[in-house]
C-alpha cells in the first residue's frame, strides 16, 4: 500500500466551497484536488494500493482530515472541479473523531495531521517526509530492498511548518528527496508513483527470473 498525507495548512474546513474559488476562499483547495487527482488517476485506470490524506487546517473549524481509499473510489473524475464535487460533500457533513463515509471510498473526520501519522507509525509502517534536501530516494529504495508498504508526508504551498518536522523528526521519519528543485505537492506525488513503479517491476521480475 503506497499512502500520501498531505498538511493543507489553508483548506476550507465547511461545505461552504466555492466551485468557482478553489484557490481563493477555499484556501488552495486546487491544490488538494490536483494532489488527489495525482495519487490516483491512470489512463483509464485508479491506482488501487493507493490512500491519500489531505488534513485541512482553514476556516472556519480546523482540523479536518479526509481520507480517500483507492480501492472503494466510485464515480470520481480527474479533474480538479469534479473532485472538489466530492470533496464539498464530505465536508458538508459531521465530522467525528472517527472516519466516517462521505461517497463510496471517501471518508471524513475530525482528526489532527500528526494523529494519522501516528496511527500509521503505531501499524509498523515506515514514515517518509518528503523534503528537497532529504536523502535521495534512490538511496532509500531499490529492487533488493523493496518496501510495499511506505507512507510519504508532504506539505501544501506553505510546507508542513517547524514544528510539524520536529515532531517527525522525533518519530523517526526519514527525509526523502525526488529532486533537487522545489516542486509542486501534485508532481511530488506523480514523481514518487513513477519511481515506486519501476522499482516494484523490477522487484517482481527479479523474483520471478
Ligand atoms: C511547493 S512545496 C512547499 C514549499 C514551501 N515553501 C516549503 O517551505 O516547504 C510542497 C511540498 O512538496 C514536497 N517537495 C517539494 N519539492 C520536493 C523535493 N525536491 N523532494 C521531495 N519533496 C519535495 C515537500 O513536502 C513540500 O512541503
Not at 461545505?15 to 478553489?22: E, I, Q, R, T
Not at 509498523?124 to 534536501?133: A, M, V
Not at 523528526?169 to 525526488?178: F, K, L, N, P, Y
Amino acid at each position: 500500500m503506497r499512502e500520501f498525507i498531505l498538511k493543507a495548512n489553508k483548506a476550507i474546513t465547511s461545505g461552504d466551497v466555492n466551485l468557482k474559488d478553489l484557490p481563493g476562499s477555499c484556501g488552495r483547495l486546487d491544490l488538494v484536488c490536483r494532489c488527489v487527482s495525482s495519487a490516483f488517476f491512470l489512463s483509464h485506470d485508479l491506482r488501487r494500493d493507493t490512500v491519500f490524506y489531505s488534513v485541512h487546517y482553514g476556516n472556519p473549524s480546523p482540523p479536518v482530515a479526509l481520507k480517500f481509499m483507492g480501492s472503494e473510489l466510485k464515480r470520481v473524475s480527474p479533474d480538479e472541479r469534479g473532485i472538489a464535487i466530492f470533496i464539498k460533500k464530505a465536508l458538508e457533513k459531521e465530522h467525528l473523531s472517527i472516519w466516517k463515509e462521505s461517497t463510496p471510498g471517501i471518508y471524513h473526520a475530525k482528526k489532527e495531521f500528526r494523529d494519522i501519522i501516528l496511527e500509521r507509525n503505531k501499524e509498523g509502517k515506515k514514515i517518509f517526509y518528503l523534503h528537497k534536501d532529504g536523502k535521495p530516494i534512490e538511496e532509500l529504495f531499490n529492487p533488493a530492498q523493496y518496501k510495499k508498504d511506505v507512507v510519504f508526508v508532504l506539505g501544501d504551498h506553505m510546507g508542513i511548518g517547524e514544528e510539524d518536522e520536529n515532531f517527525l523528526d522525533e518519530i523517526g521519519a526519514e527525509r526523502v528527496s525526488i529532486s533537487p528543485l522545489e516542486l509542486h505537492a501534485n508532481h511530488c506525488i506523480v514523481i514518487v508513483h513513477n519511481i515506486m513503479d519501476k522499482i516494484e517491476c523490477l522487484h517482481v521480475s527479479n523474483n520471478i527470473n
